[in-house]
């Protein structure tokens, strides 16, 4: 067994479904990222603008400068094309697979990180420096990926491999220890189809495999601080944190559904359904109890109760009036406010043969 076949495989046992090790050269699209932010198809996160974070974006060493591998991981979350979709009353919230599990990977995969970091050091029989990243820190993860042999960036702009898909966390450790790197992944497996971007609600799908991030579901639900534009708002339908579409059209998600990956999670994983009833009156208190470890943390309290009054008011239910209401008259928040007056609005003016439809049920 080589080198790398033992870290490969204390990997595997970690729960990663992917080891692949690249070097800490430039990367190949720093010179799209660039342009994507001269774009400004980044919305609001005006923290990827600053010089530093594009400095080090562009060169892995000024994390770590002694850096002369990068081990690059990947972990497979649930692909919901696994489960069989409940049927949707348009008052249950939809929620992105990765934040399932309930606890935030953030909390789980850097402690195995550390723990791979030291079992290398062992392997490698040497003392090393090493730095680890999930989605942490400045540094051009898919691009990483791809150089190590994982895949290519789809035109949904995600990281597929043709044997893991892309419903993938991404991960790397920078090591201060030569390894001869992989194959880097070269070929282009999106060929003519065009699948995600016809199905993208928002149309933020640009043709160079790169994405307007102040129109896509997930930066809306989660990154966006303040109010969902209103001409968007239809679009969401009932996400209400982050969004899977581009994804679940995938052809080559649909190739590997049925694939058993390793499970990171170590728990039998399920869809998480909202309902967006209840979830609308939770108070700060019960918000953070609530979702203390989860990712949903990160829209905070304000954020996610925006979105699922947006998803709400998407379901043009009349029967739900009251309960908007009783949330409107206890919420403090202008921001949650705002689009709680925008749902009763929708419901409201709702085109009048639906009304008609509703009433001569409630009749009958
Ligand atoms: S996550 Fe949703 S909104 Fe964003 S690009 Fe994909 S399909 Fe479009
Ligand atoms: S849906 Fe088609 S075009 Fe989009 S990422 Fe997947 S293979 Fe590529």
Redesign the pocket.
């Known amino acids: 067994m080589t080198v790398k076949d033992s870290i490969k495989a204390e990997g595997s046992a970690l729960g990663f479904s992917f080891v692949g090790f690249t070097t800490p050269s430039q990367p190949e699209h720093y010179a799209t990222y660039l342009s994507w932010l001269e774009a400004g198809h980044h919305g609001t996160m005006e923290y990827l603008v600053t010089e530093h974070n594009r400095k080090m974006r562009l060169d892995p060493q000024l994390i770590l400068p002694e850096c002369k591998t990068i081990v690059v991981l990947a972990a497979n979350y649930p692909n919901p094309l696994n489960f069989t979709e409940p049927a949707a009353d348009g008052l249950t919230g939809k929620i992105a697979a990765y934040a399932w599990p309930g606890v935030d990977y953030h909390f789980v995969i850097p402690p195995l990180l550390e723990k791979l970091a030291r079992s290398m050091q062992i392997i490698l029989g040497k003392k090393f420096a090493y730095k680890c990243y999930t989605d942490t820190g400045p540094i051009l993860e898919r691009d990483l990926a791809q150089r190590a042999g994982l895949g290519w960036i ?3 702009t ?1 990281l ?1 491999s043709p044997k893991l898909g892309s419903f993938l966390f991404l991960a790397e450790i920078l090591i201060d220890y030569s390894i001869e790197p992989d194959t880097p992944f070269t070929a282009d ?3 003519n ?5 016809d199905s993208c609600p928002t149309h933020c799908i640009l043709p160079d495999h790169t994405i307007d991030a102040s129109r896509c579901i997930s930066f809306l639900t989660i990154e966006n601080k303040g109010p969902i534009p209103s001409t968007l708002r239809h679009s969401m339908e009932n996400w209400v944190f982050g969004c899977d579409i ?1 994804q679940m ?4 998600n649909h190739k590997t559904k049925n694939d058993l990956h390793a499970n990171l999670f170590k728990q039998p994983l399920s869809p998480l359904m909202i309902d967006l009833q209840s979830e609308i009156q939770l108070s700060p208190t019960e918000f953070n109890r609530k979702y203390r470890k989860s990712p949903i943390k990160r829209a905070k309290r304000r954020g996610y109760l925006r979105n699922a009054a947006v998803a709400l008011g998407n379901s043009r239910d009349i029967k739900i009036t009251d309960g908007l209401k009783q949330a409107l008259r206890k919420e403090t928040e202008p921001l949650v406010r705002s689009h709680l007056i925008w749902a009763l609005e929708n419901i409201r003016t709702r085109p009048v043969q639906e009304t008609l439809n509703v009433e001569r049920k409630d009749v009958s």
């Open positions: 789809g035109k949904n995600c597929i497996r999106c060929g189809c065009t699948r995600c971007i581009c059209v995938c052809p080559w």
